[in-house]
Structure formats: C-alpha cells, structure tokens
C-alpha cells in the first residue's frame, strides 16, 4: 500500500487507463501538478502533449482563445494586460480579465486549465485526487472539485494540501524531533515527548498569491488541523518582485541602465528568475543578462546575496507563522516545520525558519512532488473507503500509528 499503511485492499483496475493507477493532482495559485502511482510507485505526470509537468495556472488572452500556460509567463511583464494569472483565490468573486476577444472569471479561468489537462489526467486513470491550498474556503474548495467535474477530470474528492502531505508522512514524525537540524550549532536535547500523545508539525507553503502555514496535530488514529494562516505579502510574486528590483538596481549601478525602463528587457530577466531560484537553493552563484536592442550587462550574484535582498519579506515571514503557531497555545513546540519545495526555494526563507524555530523544531525542505504523492495515496484511500467523501480540510484518519512504506522518500534536512 502507499502511504498509509499494508491493510487497506488495492485499487480497482482504472476504466480509462493504467492498470490500477491512481492520480494526485497539487493545484495552486502558481500551477497546477501531477503524480501517477500503481503499486505505490509515484512518478511525475506529463500534463500536456509538450511533455510538461508543471503547468502554470495563467493565459494569454491574445488571440481568439485564451493560451495555457507557457505562452502567458512570455508575456507577463512586457504585456501583463494579455496574461489571467493568480485568478485561484479569486474564486466565487466578481473579478474578470478581459482582452479585444477574450473575456474571462476565475472560474472560467481554471475550467480551462483543467480542459488543458483532461486528456493526460484521464488517459492515466479514472481515480484522482485534488489538493488544493489551506487559504481556499469550504465553498471555493467544493467550487474547484465541481469544475474539475464539469471538465471531465476523474477527481474523487479534494483536500486540504497540509493535511494530505502530513497524512501520508505521518510515521516520519516519530523520530523528527531526535534529529539535529543542520547548521545549528546551538543544539539541545529536545524536551521528552509522551509516545502515546500526539505530535504536531508546521507545513509552510507558498504561490504567487500567498506563503501558507499550517499547523498539525499527528494523533495515534487521524491527522488534524489545529490552525493556519496566509500572507498575502509573502507571496511567490512579491519574492520576485523584490528580486527583480534588486537586478535591476545592480544593473544601473553598473552601467546606468534600467532595464525595467525597456519592456523587452524587464521580460528577458524575468524570465531567468525561476532558473536563478534553482541555483540559490543549491548554494550555486547566479548568472543573469539583461539584454535590450542597444545594451546589455551580465550580472553575477553569489546565493548569499539573493537571501540578503529578500530578508525584508522573509523575516516578518517567518515571525508571523511561529506568531500563529504560539497562538494555538500547543504544550509543547512543533516537532518539525516542512518547507514545500516551492517555499523552501525562497532566498532567506528557510534560514529565517530556522533562526525563528524553537531549539527541538527539526526543520526540513520536501521533495518537489510531495503534495501531489500524497494526493495520490489518498486517492488508494478513496477508493477503499478509508478517507470519507467530498472536501478533507480538518481532519484525515490514519490506518495506524507508525505505519508507513518503506520506499517513502525522506524529506531533506534544509541547510539555507
């Protein structure tokens, strides 16, 4: 069984695909992500006939249809008025995006991201789960799983994504709070913890339109959550942009040209920021050009320089999550803090978790497909009749205490 335990029966053959496949789909305000598993067996899913497993939740509105994906990120800074992005929270609201053709609501918005997707998901299985962000409401949550039905995609239910990601990694958290964490020097023994009582955990998370923390409490039986929060002003976006402003203020300073002054070339370096955050999560010095019809000026950027330019988000970032964890009035710190792939990519960020969490905290960066395993694995449960029906935002029952795969990718100790 994947993820949650050896007792649960195995998966129905699929109608519409794989042999017993399942499907797990991690849906946020920044894209939309796929994971096929048979047999507990997770590997990325191709969302679309270019070979792409991420696709971007926005579209270019030139033209006489609306573009998925790619074609809309080309565009964002030089043309912003063609591109419907970050329209997710947007749900149930009367915002619109309109061009000379085109005119679109977050919910037609994201029913043409799911159409983009129909023909990969179900041509895989008949069975798939969706997580979706703690910041959606009950209503806006149920709104996505009915347009994920209007479009034809085999979803079974959606969830909370904190809470499918800690559900299926529920057994790693006995022994998280015994690890050092990497890099601190100032390192206890953390206070004894009762092996019968339940252990909590943060999940940290973050989109363009808002970082995301969660906090869980692990029980012998079910996986709750105790509380979570959202910050807009730490959102993906507000990380670039401040990148994006630190570039080009390096830039001037060089050779007095601004290359935000040239729409060409503000897309250009736009355009090299994801690869960048690649590279500064890996330590690796950071290359960029920026190139307009008349000029251009490499930049080079060590990884301690990109965390030095964010500290002003990440900072009050972090302060704000362990603001709401002491809120919750927990007796005793949170075992560990999981950093997504996506929020532990952030300059600064994880070095301010870490410098903000209690001494006995483990502090640990996930796999880049983790919420998407474990919609997966929730998927198995669906189908066994395990995990309720409809939308899971509070609680998830577990098959038993310690009980996980042995194949279940560890997540990495996080060293920025």
């Not at 894209?31 to 067996?41: H, I, K, N």
């Not at 964490?181 to 004894?192: S, Y």
């Not at 990884?303 to 030095?308: G, H, M, V």
Request: glycine letters at 8%; one cysteine or more.
């Amino acid at each position: 069984m994947f993820g949650f335990g050896t007792t649960a029966p195995a998966p129905r053959p699929a109608a519409s695909g794989g042999l017993g496949k399942v499907v797990g789909l991690d849906l946020n305000a920044t894209r939309l992500q796929g994971v096929t598993s048979a047999a507990g067996r997770p590997r990325p899913l191709a969302l679309d006939p270019a070979g792409t497993f991420d696709v971007p939740a926005a579209l270019h509105l030139g033209g006489r249809s609306p573009r998925v994906g790619g074609a809309a990120l080309a565009v964002a800074r030089k043309s912003p008025h063609l591109v419907c992005a970050n329209f997710l929270p947007q749900l149930g609201q009367a915002t619109v995006w309109q061009a000379d053709r085109v005119r679109l609501t977050a919910e037609s918005a994201l029913a043409a991201v799911f159409d983009a997707v129909r023909p990969a998901v179900a041509g895989e299985s008949d069975c798939a789960e969706l997580a979706v962000p703690s910041y959606l409401s009950a209503a806006q949550a149920r709104a996505v799983g009915e347009l994920a039905g209007k479009s034809k995609l085999p979803v079974r239910g959606t969830v909370v994504a904190a809470l499918a990601v800690v559900a299926h990694r529920a057994a790693q958290l006995t022994g998280a709070a015994a690890t050092e964490p990497a890099g601190r020097a100032d390192w206890v023994v953390p206070l004894p913890r009762d092996p019968d009582g339940p252990v909590s955990v943060v999940v940290i998370d973050a989109d363009d339109f808002a970082l995301t923390a969660s906090l869980l409490s692990v029980g012998p039986g079910a996986v709750d959550l105790v509380a979570s929060g959202a910050w807009p002003r730490a959102g993906v976006r507000l990380w670039k942009e401040r990148l994006l402003d630190a570039m080009a203020d390096r830039c001037v300073r060089l050779c007095r040209r601004d290359p935000r002054d040239s729409a060409d070339a503000e897309q250009a370096l736009y355009d090299q920021l994801e690869g960048a955050l690649d590279r500064v999560r890996a330590g690796q010095p950071v290359a960029l050009t920026v190139r307009s019809a008349h000029w251009f000026q490499d930049l080079v950027h060590q990884s301690e320089e990109f965390d030095a330019f964010c500290l002003g988000v990440a900072r009050p970032a972090a302060a704000g999550v362990f603001d709401m964890v002491r809120e919750a009035g927990l007796p005793l710190p949170p075992a560990a803090v999981w950093l997504t792939h996506a929020a532990a990519r952030l300059p600064g960020l994880a070095a301010a978790v870490h410098r903000t969490s209690p001494e006995s905290t483990s502090v640990q960066a996930l796999p880049p497909h983790a919420v998407a395993e474990a919609a997966a694995a929730l998927a198995v449960r669906r189908l066994a009749g395990l995990a309720g029906r409809g939308f899971l935002d509070t609680t998830i029952p577990l098959d038993g205490p310690g009980r996980a795969p042995a194949t279940l990718p560890k997540p990495r100790e996080s060293r920025r």
